[in-house]
């Protein structure tokens, strides 16, 4: 079972950027699509970003399409998300999930390991 650690989540105000970072343990991170889910506090959990296993094709939620850039480095084992232009309606605890499948997907059940969340929270 593949391991996911989110770091770089804080305090941020609204116009502002943060750059979270997803270190995955093991071999096989290259091998799988990857994702952003986050949740606000009293909301369910809502798809943010994906990307395809060789890093060439993402997806984005209409929310963020446009401020945020979802990216990885299969040498590194790492998946980023630059989020820009950062709205109070971002805040939120952001995870980073692994794909059952090499191709970028949205829904939740189609992911099988999550981290344990970073929070992020945008003052107006």
């Known amino acids: 079972q593949v391991q996911l650690v989110e770091s770089g989540g804080g305090l941020v105000q609204a116009g502002g950027s943060l750059r979270l970072s997803c270190a995955a343990s093991g071999r096989t991170f290259s091998w799988y699509a990857m994702g952003w889910f986050r949740q606000a506090p009293g909301k369910e959990r809502e798809f943010v970003a994906a990307i395809s296993r060789g890093g060439d094709n993402t997806d984005y939620s209409d929310s963020v399409k446009g401020r945020f850039t979802i990216s990885r480095d299969n040498a590194k084992n790492t998946l980023y998300l630059q989020m820009s232009t950062l709205k109070p309606a971002d805040t939120a605890v952001y995870y980073c999930?692994?794909?059952?499948?090499?191709?970028?997907?949205?829904?939740?059940?189609?992911?099988?390991?999550w981290g344990q969340g970073t929070q992020v929270t945008v003052s107006s």
């Open positions: 999930a692994r794909a059952l499948y090499g191709t970028m997907v949205q829904t939740e059940r189609e992911y099988d390991s």
